[in-house]
């Protein structure tokens, strides 16, 4: 597949997944969290298109809000994380000597952890729920930005055009922001679409493990959780929710290859 | 290279402080206080204050921190507040199952990710490289918690294959190592195609070639074995991220590992128990990946001459 093919493909799901995900309030056929007893553990009906869980509730209901959710945690995560990584991989690579060696060494120290256990350590501290897990997601996530534009500043910053806007008296904000970032557009577009899939899934580990999102709130990560308790009888409660964040995964790999291949053609 | 190793070490140290120094820090800033978690919230202020002296929880934080970093020096990680015995001995008891499944992983993802990513470059652009880059991407975008209740589903409540959970024979390593290992297997086909492909248009493989080699034997023998280094150096990142993932893949299944361990501490609030966990996964990490970035200049003379 060509990196065309790949953009098309992966820009198509998310436009699609986003305007689901936009659309939940109008289009889901019922609250999703009304519950109806008598109508638990049911299979895909006319009424129910992928079945009801344990509580009665449906299911597509529940699987269109919680896109709301995935978007919602990959927006915010890299959002916030590449601020924070922007701000401190800039004040790293544009000043250096001590003020980087002290900024590197704690993004070192945040790095040597796998970052679901350094998630799940500071969901922990902070306690479950939406934003705690958002904020936990940040504090480890902007680390690669950070270390990612220190990079690409220290390319720079030696270059001529930095120099003359040195010389004509630039601050070093107005440097960064204005001759530096433009430079930098590129490799954070495409690490920030890789960081959004990464968001997705920690969030629905957490969730998983009971960390995250809290019910009755439809995270797909929760409703795996819950749907597992029910493998033998319910097998629709994990295949629907894993479904969905699967194609949003897919979806956001695509377009970061795409986007990759592109750019990287693009600056040969 | 002794330069290099002795730099390599220095800068490993203060980095393992700066962790064990986070780890410390965030436990003590979990919500609760361990003491009433011990005896109960309606235990007499007297008995809590004796329990919190007899803990040295009494003590400002600095000093608990210095008492943790000599304690530990002694591998000595402190007690369990609900299981019998010492953290230290219950995550000995553990890590075994979390290393063989670990390992077992590792090798699933190498039985799947070598014959692949070979097919994939020998058989650029065909039908063959197609398949391996959407099976390389469906592993990627599968997340461990769902590809583990989805292979339960289908080969031991389906199929009646393979057990459902629990650690055993032969049998009940297949879906759990299969779950763990799939997004390493994903990451290293894309991988081991991508090397093949450079290293095929070198000159020492043209001559190979010349030398009349059979297009097989210059594959396997010449291009895949220098193509091995950036290998390696996956397989040992990855191997922390195994170890991470198997939190997830021990929950699933019921794996009596550390990962199910960790999860069960902090859900219990079990403070020495979740730190010593903690502690434990993210050392071996950091270590493994400095044994790959050693290992890596050991096998590349390049490298090893080169600075």
């Not at chain 1, 934003?131 to 720079?156: D, K, M």
């Not at chain 2, 993802?109 to 014959?115: Q, S």
Request: charged share 15%; net charge positive.
């Amino acid at each position: 597949m060509g990196d065309k093919t790949f953009l098309f493909t992966g820009l198509t799901i998310l436009i699609l997944l986003s305007g689901l995900a936009l659309a939940a309030p109008v289009i889901a056929p019922y609250s999703p969290t009304q519950q109806n007893l008598e109508q638990d553990l049911l299979t895909s009906s006319k009424e129910h298109p992928l079945g009801t869980d344990k509580l009665g509730r449906d299911m597509l209901s529940r699987v269109l809000y919680g896109a709301r959710i995935s978007v919602w945690v990959g927006i915010s995560t890299v959002s916030v994380s590449l601020l924070i990584g922007f701000l401190i991989g800039s004040l790293s690579g544009y000043f250096g000597g001590w003020i980087d060696q002290l900024l590197m060494r704690l993004v070192d120290v945040l790095m040597a952890f796998p970052g679901i256990l350094l998630a799940i350590a500071f969901t922990a501290v902070l306690g479950p729920g939406l934003n705690h897990v958002i904020l936990a997601l940040c504090l480890i996530g902007w680390t690669s930005y950070a270390r990612l534009v220190r990079g690409e500043i220290i390319a720079i910053r030696e270059r001529e055009f930095i120099h003359a806007a040195q010389a004509l008296g630039g601050s070093p904000t107005r440097i960064v922001l204005l001759h530096m970032l433009p430079n930098l557009f590129s490799p954070l577009l495409i690490q920030a679409t890789f960081g959004m899939a990464a968001a997705i899934i920690a969030e629905g580990s957490l969730s998983f493990l009971g960390l995250g999102v809290q019910p009755p709130t439809p995270s797909w990560g929760s409703m795996l959780n819950e749907g597992r308790q029910f493998l033998l009888v319910a097998p629709h409660l994990t295949t629907f929710p894993g479904l969905a964040i699967m194609i949003t995964v897919l979806g956001l790999n695509f377009v970061g290859d795409g986007l990759r291949d592109k750019l990287e053609k693009k600056g040969k | 290279m002794k330069r290099y190793l002795l730099h390599r070490l220095l800068l490993f140290l203060p980095t393992l402080l700066g962790s064990l120094t986070l780890v410390f820090f965030l436990i003590h800033l979990v919500p609760g206080d361990p003491v009433e978690v011990m005896l109960g919230e309606t235990a007499s202020s007297v008995d809590k204050g004796a329990l919190r002296r007899e803990l040295g929880l009494d003590l400002p934080l600095w000093t608990q921190y210095l008492r943790f970093l000599t304690a530990l020096a002694q591998g000595d990680l402190g007690r369990s507040l609900y299981e019998q015995g010492g953290v230290a001995e219950l995550i000995l008891i553990r890590f075994p199952a979390t290393l063989e499944l670990t390992l077992a992983a590792m090798g699933v993802a190498l039985f799947i990710a070598f014959p692949l990513g070979i097919m994939a470059a020998v058989k650029k652009n065909s039908w063959m490289d197609r398949s391996s880059l959407i099976f390389s991407l469906l592993g990627l975008a599968m997340p461990n918690f769902w590809l583990g209740p989805l292979l339960m589903i289908v080969f031991s409540i389906g199929l009646g294959w393979l057990p459902v959970s629990g650690r055993g024979g032969l049998a009940h390593f297949i879906l759990p190592s299969l779950t763990l290992g799939m997004t390493m297997a994903a990451i290293l086909i894309r991988m081991v195609r991508s090397s093949l492909l450079e290293t095929i248009h070198e000159d020492y493989i043209q001559t190979a070639r010349a030398k009349g080699l059979s297009e097989w034997r210059v594959w396997l023998k010449h291009a895949l074995r220098n193509s091995l280094l950036s290998v390696i150096t996956i397989v040992g990142l990855q191997f922390g991220a195994l170890l991470a993932g198997s939190i997830i893949t021990e929950t699933i299944f019921a794996w009596p590992g550390i990962g199910r361990l960790t999860i069960q501490a902090i859900q219990t609030r079990d403070y020495p128990l979740a730190q010593g966990c903690v502690l434990v996964i993210s050392t071996t990490y950091l270590v493994v990946n400095l044994l790959t970035d050693m290992l890596y200049r050991l096998v590349d003379p390049r490298i090893r001459y080169g600075r």
